[in-house]
Each structure stands twice: as structure tokens, then as C-alpha cells.
């Protein structure tokens, strides 16, 4: 598919309660998920596919090359600091509070690690589609997600720091 429009209108579903077509899933490679999603690593292609898994056989809808992947990874998290938090009060209310826990500094990005954590379902890729009034789509990205605890399998480079003082 060619667009995210084309994405979330071939494969996205209508929510009542949001009065729209949405496509706000996670997709790995373990299994499909309940909109019949699936990703898949192609080895001899370098690249991340995502698989419609209701059709036989299965229908590839999107490519990443793992070429670009890699180069957005590098120059997006160069150097990342990921901050753990707890709250307190509810989103968006006024007394909102933020009590932070840990910092973990990451740098030196293993590219060859990437492709393996994503074969593995380490790494998972979030759709965050939705459709507009006018009809278009509106997105926030790709976004592709790892657990804090696996950080040390992407990352040569990572420093937790200890807020609790």
C-alpha cells in the first residue's frame, strides 16, 4: 500500500464510540494480531513486511527496507535518555503529577542486533491511523517499540541512573 490513507482504509475498523475508521494495533512477528496483521522479516530481501494473514496465501500490504531502517534508527537514537515515571492524578486534569524513578542513557546503536530483535518480537511496530472528518488520514508515525528491560540487546551503550534517593 502506498499510503497510510490506502492503509487505514484497506485494513482499519470503525469504532462507535470514536464515531471513525481507526487502525490503532501492534504488530509482530510472533502471530497475527485480531485485525489479521502480521509482520515478517525477509532475510534474502532486507526487509520488514507487514502480512494480511486472512487471505491465503497472506497479501503483503507494507515494506520497510531495513537499509532506511537502519539509518532512522541511528539518527533518531544516537544518544537517547528514556525516563521511567509514575503519576499521580489523571491525564491531562491540573494536579497531574510526575515522580521520576529512572533514567536509562543509551548510545552506539547495534545495527545488526535490529533485524534479529524484530525477527524474534522483541521489537514491535504500533499502527497510530485514524480517519478525519474531511476523510484523510492522519498518523503519528510508525512506531517501532522495545521493551526498557531489552534496551542492552539494541544499544552497546546503556546507563541506568537510580532516582530513588
Keep these: 500500500m502506498k499510503s497510510s490513507k490506502e492503509l487505514l482504509y484497506e485494513r482499519g475498523q470503525y469504532k462507535e464510540a470514536k464515531n471513525r475508521i ?3 494495533h501492534q504488530l509482530s512477528v510472533t502471530k497475527p494480531n485480531s485485525y489479521y496483521l502480521q509482520l515478517k522479516v525477509d532475510w534474502s530481501k532486507e526487509q520488514l513486511q507487514q502480512l494480511y494473514m486472512a487471505k491465503s496465501p497472506p497479501i503483503t500490504d507494507v515494506i520497510w527496507e ?5 539509518e532512522r534508527l541511528l539518527s533518531k537514537h544516537k544518544e537517547t535518555f528514556w525516563i521511567t515515571a509514575e503519576t499521580q492524578g489523571k491525564n491531562g486534569e491540573v494536579d497531574e503529577s510526575f515522580y521520576y524513578k529512572k533514567i536509562k542513557h543509551t548510545g552506539s546503536v547495534d545495527q545488526s542486533a535490529f533485524p534479529i530483535l524484530l525477527d524474534l518480537g522483541v521489537i514491535t511496530v504500533d499502527y497510530t491511523i485514524k480517519a478525519l472528518p ?3 488520514a492522519k498518523d503519528q508515525g510508525y512506531l517501532f517499540k522495545i521493551s526498557p528491560n531489552n534496551l542492552d540487546l539494541l544499544f552497546d551503550q546503556v546507563t541506568e541512573y537510580d532516582l530513588d534517593y
Design 66 to 70: 531495513f537499509p532506511l531502517l537502519k
Design 22 to 24: 481507526q487502525l490503532f
Design 134 to 136: 474531511s476523510g484523510e
